[in-house]
């Protein structure tokens, strides 16, 4: 057990904040002294993996198309996407859900397309035409080199038939489910290394006591005991005593734990807009998504007294911004402006100092809903700044995190006070450190002093407005620049533009 991370020292900034949108101001002073000694275990690939649910046009029209659509597609699924998607990079994909999920009978999506039931989709409005079934998203797993973490039933399916669609995707042999996964069009096995035991037990999965959702999970879990990661649904509503009570009544049954977390500039009647915010609600969206931390020392606090092996994960399987829909758009739709960019590094950071216990998370989600990485329209497509946080943040996944002390200035907005930098820092498996620095602050730049002594090169991501979003007129609008800087005789020193993130690998040390 390690106990060493990132250490932040923060003092309040003295001068009054600027009105928003005002001109160019003396950058704030940082220091960030980094050691080589190491933070924690591995950062994880799979802490950037994604959620996939049947709602809105996150899967019809934003993944799949068809194969008969004139949109160039492989076997259904949109070339243009799923080029994108395999650039950046998918570790893991979660699927079907989300609430859809505990609503969900398997055998609705195998078999003839054409023979497929159609059913109300009573979450999200609408009807689901099981046109994309297990075949069709483990194609897509395959198709971008992904894991599959399939999410169950617990909700309104017996434990039975979670039993069955294991061994349906899985058996090898001639069982009678293997034999109809073959009669179906798939003569191998597939590879569900992650499979989830219901979703939001305390809400659309059943709103469950958590004594009864233990027992619950004890019972299912029992029949899929040795074929799988066994993810249990733990929090979403900042409560530990569901966790304490998972803990203790389920350890045994469970291979890893989820969290929830969603951040919201307003409240659950009225989120907020996506674009078009004011200097409060860019402050407060930054503001919530710092308070992911506080969730993952509280939950990590109670699982090690009962798991002080530190066995079962934590998996943030539902993160990211969520905004209110525009009239007219589809259910969930948002834009996604580079605030959003700055929630996700903000949120990498946040998993890189937990890694004893954060073992996975899923962005909310892929495709034209919540805080997604790509959004279309027919046959356009384009990517969005949180899109191009994650592929900033590639050389972070599978480094180990490095102590380091971070010395910044706070600011305020209104009665909101926050960080002038957020970091993170890291050792690659080549032995370079990748550094990243995130200028919270959306008026003045920040002078970010280090101990380190090799040049930097990387990447930087910025706007001239705090809600600058990629259209599809427009798609370059909020895009990475390159950025080096190089060291002096004092050390390296790194410049952030206001409202900026930048990652950088260091060299050799």
Not at 158 to 187: H, I, V
Not at 309 to 316: E, F, H, K, P, W
Request: proline share 6%; net charge neutral; glycine share 10%.
């Amino acid at each position: 057990m390690t106990t060493t991370r990132l250490t932040r020292t923060f003092a309040t900034l003295a001068a009054a904040v600027l009105p928003f949108g005002a001109g160019a101001a003396e950058p704030v002073q940082a220091h960030l002294d980094v050691t080589q000694q190491p933070a924690g275990p591995r950062i994880e690939p799979t802490v950037y993996g994604h959620f996939v649910e049947h709602l809105g046009r996150g899967v019809y029209d934003g993944l799949w198309v068809s194969p008969e659509s004139p949109i160039p597609n492989t076997r259904g699924w949109r070339n243009d996407v799923v080029g994108a998607l395999r650039q950046v990079g998918i570790p893991v994909m979660r699927w079907p859900g989300g609430c859809y999920a505990d609503d969900y009978d398997w055998r609705d999506g195998i078999g003839d397309p054409s023979k497929r039931p159609v059913r109300v989709n009573r979450w999200w409005g609408g009807v689901e035409s099981n046109r994309v079934g297990t075949h069709e998203f483990m194609d897509l797993v395959e198709q971008l080199g992904s894991e599959a973490y399939m999410s169950g039933n617990m909700g309104s399916m017996p434990p039975r038939a979670m039993a069955e669609w294991m061994e349906y995707m899985t058996a090898d042999g001639t069982s009678t489910l293997a034999e109809e996964r073959r009669r179906n069009g798939r003569a191998k096995p597939w590879s569900i290394k992650y499979f989830g035991i219901g979703n939001e037990s305390f809400g659309c999965g059943g709103h469950m006591r958590p004594e009864h959702q233990a027992d619950l999970h004890n019972q299912y879990a029992t029949f899929l005991r040795g074929q799988t990661v066994r993810v249990a649904s733990g929090d979403g509503e900042g409560d530990d005593h569901r966790v304490e009570v998972l803990m203790q009544r389920s350890a045994k049954h469970m291979d890893a734990l989820t969290l929830h977390y969603y951040t919201i500039p307003g409240d659950w009647t009225k989120k907020g807009d996506a674009t078009g915010f004011d200097a409060r609600a860019w402050a407060k969206t930054l503001h919530g998504a710092l308070g992911i931390e506080s969730r993952l020392s509280a939950i990590t606090k109670v699982m090690d007294k009962h798991d002080p092996a530190r066995r079962i994960g934590l998996y943030v399987d539902e993160w990211g911004t969520w905004y209110d829909t525009p009239q007219g758009a589809s259910a969930l739709y948002q834009q996604n402006s580079l605030r959003d960019a700055m929630v996700a590094a903000l949120t990498f950071n946040a998993f890189h100092r937990h890694t004893e216990r954060v073992k996975m998370a899923n962005i909310a989600q892929m495709v034209n809903v919540l805080q997604a990485m790509v959004l279309t329209d027919g046959a356009k497509m384009v990517l969005t700044p949180t899109y191009h946080a994650f592929d900033l943040y590639k050389p972070f996944r599978g480094a180990t995190p490095l102590a380091a002390t971070l010395e910044a200035p706070r600011f305020r907005t209104g009665d909101i006070e926050l960080p002038a930098v957020e970091a993170s820092v890291a050792r690659a498996a080549d032995g370079s450190t990748q550094l990243a620095l995130v200028n919270l602050d959306p008026q003045r730049p920040a002078r970010v002093a280090t101990n380190l002594k090799g040049d930097a090169r990387g990447r930087v991501l910025t706007a001239a407005a705090v809600d600058a979003h990629n259209t599809f007129d427009k798609p370059q609008a909020v895009v990475p620049a390159p950025y080096a800087a190089r060291a002096g005789a004092q050390g390296l020193v790194l410049e952030l533009p206001p409202k900026s993130i930048v990652v950088v690998s260091v060299g050799k040390p």
